[in-house]
């Protein structure tokens, strides 16, 4: 008789409480309609794990190339917004062509977002690999 389980990980034995825990999703825009499925089911599973909204950053960047910079920006940059409350995460990282220089906030602080007082306790990195296309013929 075939079994009914479903092989993988298993159910956690301990109820785990996330409601103290802010976390970021770092996301590609390639590929969208697997990246958004992956993105949701973080987001559901964190919230699950009593994760509040309020904590869920959720970033993009085009593909899985940048991810790594984005990353490491993300981190950096929830530092930095704990000690002076900087709301730009990843320091006007952006790589749209079109997109507007940032503009400097030098002289403007920058304005209290609340909950965002403290830095991440995990960054989520999500993305697919690019398939070249002499590959895939």
Do not use: C, Y
Request: aromatic share 2%.
């Amino acid at each position: 008789m075939a079994s009914t389980t479903i092989k993988g990980i298993s159910q956690p034995q301990a109820k785990l409480d996330g409601s103290s825990l802010r976390v970021a999703i770092v996301h590609a825009r390639w590929n969208k309609s697997v990246i958004d499925a992956l993105v949701a089911g973080a987001i559901t599973k964190l919230k699950e794990s009593g994760v509040k909204e309020s904590n869920i950053v959720v970033e993009s960047v085009p593909g899985s190339f940048e991810l790594p910079l984005a990353v490491s920006r993300m981190i950096a940059g929830s530092h930095i917004q704990q000690a002076s409350n900087e709301t730009d995460l990843l320091g006007g990282l952006n790589f749209s062509p079109n997109a507007p220089k940032p503009i400097s906030r030098s002289s403007t602080p920058a304005p209290i977002v609340p909950g965002s007082s403290q830095s991440f306790d995990a960054v989520i990195a999500i993305g697919v690999p690019h398939q070249r296309l002499d590959d895939a013929l």
